[in-house]
Every structure is written in structure tokens, then in C-alpha cells.
């Protein structure tokens, strides 16, 4: 029973230190903060990854990996430092407006998506999956919101 206990609340520790993976850095890795350090991320992008449109074929993203590395982050999104970056995950696939074509679909990995991450930007990120060729489905930017210039008073 101990044990079991133990196990558990390791397994807990384990899954509450996630986020900080997400976020630790080093002169190889890319700065990425979880969506909650919106406060200390201004000079950063914003990356929006659960909000595809299904109707539009465009899944949510889990990303998994940043400029060819492992990550930890968020399903629904992170902060990642200013330039040109690459992410790629897996999608979740909602079939019901976008149905498969074909009795034997094989799905190939999709290629990195490379972006070039202006600070302040809002990037929405999604898999597109509409064409009857799967091997054309990729990881899109499907939207981009910018951030209003700072009013001048002349």
C-alpha cells in the first residue's frame, strides 16, 4: 500500500514539473514559456495551437518538438522568443467535416513548419488535412493577429 502511495505521488510530481521542463533553457534551446507567463512574456510570441477550425480541416496541434528538439509544452499553446523557428506534434484528427478518402489512407509524418515568430504576435497553428492526397497535408499558419501599433501623439 505504501508503495501505491508513493508511486502516486511521484507520478504526480513528475507531471506537475512539465511545465517548468517547457520552460528551462540553455544556450541550445529555444525559450518557450507556458500561456499563464503572459505578464512576463511581452517581448515574445504567442502560439495558439488548440483552436483549428474543423470545418475547415484544420486540426489542433500538440507540438512535441521545437527546432528539431523534444519539448514539453502545452496542448493549447506557448510563448516562444522572437525568429525563424521550426515545430512540429501530432494532430487530433476531428473526421466528421473533412472525411477520409480512400480505403487505405497511410498518413505520412508531416514536415516541420518553419515560422518566423514576430514579438507581440499572435500565431494560430493548425493541420490541415482537406486534399484526397494525404501526403499534401502539413501543419499550417492558419492565422496571424498583430498588435496595434502604439498611438503617436504629434
Same mark, same amino acid.
Not at 514559456?33 to 495558439?48: F, Q
Not at 495551437?49 to 519539448?71: H, K, M, N, Q, Y
Not at 509544452?73 to 480512400?102: K, W, Y
Not at 504576435?121 to 488535412?129: E, I, K, L, N
Given at each position: ?10 507520478? *504526480? *510530481?513528475? $507531471? ?9 533553457? &540553455?544556450? /541550445?534551446?529555444? *525559450?518557450? $514559456?507556458?500561456?499563464? #507567463?503572459? &505578464?512576463? #512574456? ?14 475547415? +480541416?484544420?486540426?489542433? %496541434? /500538440? ?9 514539453? %509544452?502545452? /496542448? ?21 467535416? +473533412?472525411?477520409?478518402?480512400? /480505403? ?6 508531416? #514536415? &516541420? $513548419? ?15 488535412? #482537406? ?24
Amino acid at each position: 500500500m505504501h508503495r501505491s502511495i508513493t508511486a502516486f505521488f511521484t507520478g *504526480l *510530481l513528475v $507531471l506537475a514539473t512539465l511545465p517548468v521542463l517547457a520552460q528551462t533553457t &540553455d544556450e /541550445s534551446q529555444t *525559450l518557450v $514559456l507556458p500561456l499563464s #507567463a503572459a &505578464d512576463t #512574456a511581452t517581448d515574445m510570441a504567442r502560439v495558439i495551437t488548440s483552436g483549428g477550425r474543423t470545418e475547415e +480541416c484544420l486540426a489542433p %496541434v /500538440s507540438v512535441t518538438r521545437i527546432d528539431g528538439e523534444s519539448r514539453v %509544452v502545452s /496542448s493549447q499553446g506557448f510563448f516562444i522568443e522572437p525568429g525563424v523557428h521550426t515545430i512540429n506534434g501530432r494532430a487530433m484528427l476531428d473526421i466528421s467535416h +473533412c472525411p477520409l478518402i480512400g /480505403s487505405n489512407p497511410m498518413i505520412d509524418s508531416a #514536415a &516541420d $513548419l518553419e515560422v518566423n515568430f514576430e514579438p507581440g504576435g499572435t500565431y494560430h497553428v493548425a493541420y490541415y488535412h #482537406a486534399p484526397a492526397n494525404t501526403k499534401d497535408w502539413k501543419l499550417v499558419v492558419w492565422h496571424v493577429e498583430t498588435t496595434p501599433a502604439e498611438p503617436t501623439n504629434f
